[in-house]
């Protein structure tokens, strides 16, 4: 058991589009800490498995205050 570093379910939230996603970010990362001697996940784990795994940043829709033309 790793215990996390303060703001990495925040990297993974803006990356991971499913749980599954979720999921192999954070076993990836938690393999590279054991590997690597860690007591803990951390951010940089975390960010170097979404750049080496090319995952693009989630896009969040948001709603317009005012009304727009052309605009669905």
């Known amino acids: 058991e790793l215990p996390l570093e303060e703001g990495t ?6 990356y991971a589009t499913n749980g599954r996603d979720a999921v192999n ?4 990362a938690a393999g590279i800490a054991m590997t690597a001697g860690q007591t803990s996940l ?10 080496s795994g090319q995952y693009t940043p ?15």
Do not use: F, L, S
């Open 25 to 28: 970010i954070i076993q990836t």
């Open 9 to 14: 379910v925040a990297v993974v939230q803006n």
């Open 42 to 51: 951390r951010i940089a784990d975390v960010e170097w498995v979404v750049n």
């Open 58 to 72: 989630r896009m969040e829709k948001k709603i317009a205050g005012t009304a727009q033309v052309g605009v669905a």
